[in-house]
């Protein structure tokens, strides 16, 4: 894709940076004291906490994952939104109050308050701390994302520019200044999300969505066993063939580009497709040409509109359960991946695939549950689907936001703010996305930047709004990531596990060091994992915390004989496992370079498997050495 920067995008960003400075650096000087720091003193207003609950949990992941996956590929992104909302429900009725009342600052304080063990602060920490990095990751690659079409800089900076920022934030006011954050841009982001959508409705649909809008090239030609032998275009002539994607490599006046070999009318025909051709100096062609020519169009439009049963050029204004009609009962140019080596180089070109709105919207697209499916694939949806409704009431920046509020009866009103606000929103990532599939404003490079390239199609000034405010986004629940890992750290290692006498001043100031050193490491991991969609990765991060905490925290909660053996072994074994099938699955593979189908293991959500077994270690373990349990008691 080709961005070019704008000026209005730029003053917005640093304004809404200025804007995040100031309140750090207000609270900073209002936080002393380490219950000040790491849980804002307990003082924040249930409402303010709701809100904050929001602006924590739509994180980069929310906006531009699902959005992205959405766009790409249809109702099966949204099942993302739905998983995400669902967590919510296990949070409300079976977390919110009985954590208030166990804990102090951390998810360790949380399941060691009975127990005084050794074992649970240093396998608690340590979960923390991984989850924390595995959901840093995802916020640090959408931050990435954005930096290049908002600022004009590369990906790695971005992710540099939001660590600073982040931990500036975090370094000087801890939960205080975060919490603030994560509140001014969940309100903000709810609010703009909602014009972004009512924008899209007054629009309607139409088939050439814009004047950007590129009509591709069609040229007759005569196939034999899968091969062109002739084309009726004498200005180009055919360079060579990839039997394997059933494309054709054409040249005209020394530029080579890829056409897709398909049927038209009953003849055979060749289509112009996308593509990218990476050469061994490193830089890009974009169709066979350099980028300043401009020949990567943005992509993703209605090829058929049907309106009461009529083809239609476009429909008008309309409202909610009209678009998603319109898209259900149409047709959408999509685009399929095809990658491989020609010569020295490596080529990516997309063909076109025109896709029925009734296959879109329902399930299918990306998780094979229906045709086409196997045991494997539809396993691999339960496990993600698991994951994803028991992993938000394990999540430790989730978690320590119930510490910031005076009462368990505010943490469960919070909870129910966060929970209206969260699924309103993910409403509108439905719209959204199907919005950014059908308006031809793709970016095929990038799932990630869906969502504000859609507001860029309404003009600069909401495309500047919204890619700020997703920038904040991505500050807010870093921050909050932030101080999770470094009450781990400072507070669950170094204090409690290896015993060292702190003050509260120490305490406060080891916090703030951690931060640096997390901070430091999600910058790094940000910049090695580009290009992944961010809602898949946050989904490895979900099953790795449902798998490591949530046991734990049920059994603690609500099983009298759990023992402490049993609660620091369920971690481990939850963790283990999680990390251990992620790590051997085929999209790992894959982003190692090899065969995703030659993976170890065929599973890319683990959460089915070692949610199971961490329980089982808990309850097993926990009869084999009951002695804590009853110490306890």
Same mark, same amino acid.
């Given at each position: 894709?080709i961005?070019?920067a704008s000026v209005? %995008?730029?003053v917005l960003?640093?304004?809404?940076v200025i %804007?995040v400075?100031?309140?750090? *650096?207000?609270f ?10 790491y849980a804002a003193?307990?003082t924040i207003?249930?409402?303010v @906490? #709701?809100?904050? $609950? &929001? ?7 929310s $906006?531009?994952g699902i959005c992205?996956?959405i766009a790409?590929m ?10 995400y !909302?669902?967590?919510?429900v ?8 009985p954590? *208030? ?11 060691d308050n ?14 923390? !701390?991984?989850v ?6 995802p916020?640090?690659? #959408?931050a990435?994302?954005?930096v *290049? ?10 992710v540099i520019i939001? /660590?600073g ?10 939960? &205080? ?8 841009k969940g309100?903000?982001?709810?609010i703009?999300?909602?014009v ?5 409705f007054n629009n309607? $649909?139409?088939?050439?969505p ?7 090239a069609?040229?007759k030609?005569t196939?034999?066993g899968?091969?062109?032998s002739?084309?009726e ?11 394997e994607?059933?494309?054709v490599?054409?040249?005209k006046d020394?530029?080579?580009?890829w056409?897709?070999i398909s049927?038209q009318d #009953? ?6 497709a ?12 974009y ?7 401009r020949?990567?169009f ?6 058929k509109i ?14 909610? $359960?009209k678009?998603l ?6 047709e ?5 991946? @095809?990658? =491989?080596k ?5 080529v ?5 695939n025109p896709?029925s709105g ?11 549950v229906?045709e ?6 539809k ?7 698991i994951?994803?409704?028991?992993g938000?009431?394990?999540l430790?920046h989730i978690?320590i ?9 505010? %943490?469960? *009103? ?8 969260i699924g309103?929103?993910?409403?509108l990532?439905l719209f959204? #996305?199907?919005g950014?599939?059908? @308006?031809?404003?793709? +970016?095929?490079?990038?799932s @990630?930047?869906s969502a504000p390239l859609?507001?860029?199609? =309404? ?9 700020a405010?997703a ?13 999770a890992?470094s ?5 669950d290692l170094?204090?409690?596990? %290896?015993g060292i006498?702190?003050?509260d001043?120490g305490?406060?100031?080891a916090?703030?060091?951690?931060a640096?050193v997390? /901070?430091?490491i ?5 910049i ?6 961010v809602s898949f ?5 979900f099953a790795?915390?449902a ?5 734990a925290?049920?059994?603690v ?7 402490a053996i049993g609660?620091?072994v369920?971690?481990?074994?939850g963790?283990?496992v ?5 790590l ?6 894959e982003?190692?370079?090899? +065969?995703?189908?030659t ?5 890319d959500?683990p959460g089915?498997?070692?949610i199971?077994?961490?329980f089982?270690?808990?309850?097993? =373990?926990s ?6 349990a009853?110490q306890?008691?």
């Open positions: 894709m961005y070019e209005l %995008a730029i960003f640093i304004a809404f %804007a400075l100031g309140i750090s *650096k207000y900073a000087s209002r936080t002393q004291s380490s219950k000040g720091y003193g307990g207003h249930w409402g @906490n #709701g809100i904050a $609950f &929001a602006g924590d949990y739509l994180s980069a992941a $906006f531009l992205g996956m790409f249809g109702y099966d992104g949204f099942l993302y939104s739905i998983g !909302l669902a967590g919510w296990v949070a409300l009725f079976v977390v919110a109050e954590l *208030k009342k166990s804990g102090k600052y951390t998810f360790t304080d949380a399941l009975k127990f005084n063990s050794k074992a649970i602060q240093l396998t608690a920490a340590i979960s923390t !701390l991984i924390s990095v595995c959901y840093l990751i916020q640090m690659v #959408g990435g994302a954005l *290049k079409p908002l600022l004009g800089m590369p990906h790695w900076v971005g939001v /660590g920022i982040v931990i500036f934030i975090v370094a000087t006011a801890g939960m &205080a200044s975060t919490t603030y954050v994560q509140f001014l309100g903000l982001l709810i703009f999300s909602t972004l959508t009512v924008a899209l309607g $649909f139409k088939l050439k814009s004047e950007d809008y590129h009509e591709f069609t040229i030609a196939v034999s899968g091969e062109v002739s084309i275009d004498a200005s180009y002539s055919i360079a060579g063939h990839n039997k994607k059933g494309l490599k054409l040249e020394g530029v080579n580009t056409w897709q049927e #009953g003849a055979s025909v060749l289509k112009e996308l593509s990218a051709t990476v050469l061994p100096d490193g830089s890009k062609l169709n066979g040409e350099p980028q300043e020519n020949k990567f943005q992509v993703g439009h209605m090829s049907v309106v009461d049963g009529k083809e239609v050029e476009e429909t008008g204004s309309v409202g909610p $359960f678009f009609a319109t898209v259900d009962q149409g959408v140019m999509r685009f399929k991946k @095809n990658k =491989f020609d010569g020295e180089s490596s990516t070109v997309w063909t076109q896709t009734e296959t879109l919207m329902r399930p299918g697209v990306k998780f094979k229906d086409g499916s196997t045991f494997m694939s396993l691999n949806f339960v496990s993600l689907m994951a994803l409704f028991f938000t009431s394990a430790p978690l936001r119930y510490y910031t509020v005076p009462s368990p009866k505010d %943490a469960r *009103k919070s909870t129910i703010v966060a929970i209206a606000s309103f929103f993910y409403i990532t959204m #996305g199907l950014a599939m059908t @308006n031809g404003v793709l +970016d095929l490079e990038s @990630n930047m859609l507001a860029k199609f =309404f003009g600069v000034a909401l495309f500047a709004i919204i890619s405010i920038f904040a986004t991505v500050l807010g629940t870093v921050s909050g990531l932030i101080v890992a009450g781990a750290v400072a507070h170094l204090s409690n596990f %290896a006498k702190m003050s001043e305490q406060v100031k916090g703030k060091i951690s640096i997390v /901070g430091i999600a910058i790094i991991l940000g090695l994992f580009k290009g992944m969609n990765l946050v989904g490895l991060a790795v915390a798998s490591a905490n949530l046991p925290i049920f059994m909660l609500f099983w009298k004989k759990t023992s609660v620091a369920s971690i481990l074994v963790m283990v999680a990390l251990g099938i992620i051997m699955s085929p999209s790992m593979w982003r190692y370079g090899l +065969d995703p189908t993976a170890p293991i065929a599973l959500n089915i498997i070692s199971p077994l961490s089982i270690a808990l309850v097993m =373990f009869k084999l050495f009951p002695e804590k009853k306890a008691a």
